[in-house]
């Protein structure tokens, strides 16, 4: 079983950063493509960044480019994602998700992952 477990969420200004971590147990880590998604108050969630295995290609919504860095360090079993320049708009509940396979070929879509963590929360003040 693949557990996932977030954490560096908190509250910042605008214009500040912040550090997420997300710390993956069982499975073959090295294998995992993962990805980082957030749902804001109301809203469904969405896609904010994704890295592949082996290559380490990374991949970013249209919102986060530029600004977020996604990155893994398989041998600490660990990803994470560096937030630069947050707005209020980035205001949300942060996961890390897993796909159910190793080595699976996933999207930018939920349904692609089958393993998440509980949420590492991210306020911006305005």
């Known amino acids: 079983q693949v557990q996932l477990l977030e954490s560096g969420g908190g509250l910042v200004q605008t214009g500040g950063s912040l550090r997420l971590s997300c710390t993956v147990s069982?499975?073959?880590?090295?294998?995992?493509?993962m990805s980082w998604f957030r749902q804001a108050p109301g809203k469904e969630r969405e896609f904010v960044a994704r890295?592949?295995?082996?290559?380490?290609?990374?991949y970013y919504s249209d919102s986060t480019k530029g600004r977020f860095i996604i990155s893994r360090d398989d041998a600490k079993n660990a990803v994470f994602l560096q937030m630069n320049s947050l707005k209020p708009e980035d205001t949300a509940l942060y996961y890390c998700a897993a796909p159910k396979y190793a080595y699976m070929t996933v999207g930018s879509t939920s349904p692609d992952y089958t393993y998440w963590g509980q949420g590492t929360k991210v306020t911006v003040s305005s």
């Open positions: 069982g499975g073959t880590f090295s294998g995992y493509t």
């Open positions: 890295i592949r295995w082996g290559t380490g290609d990374t």
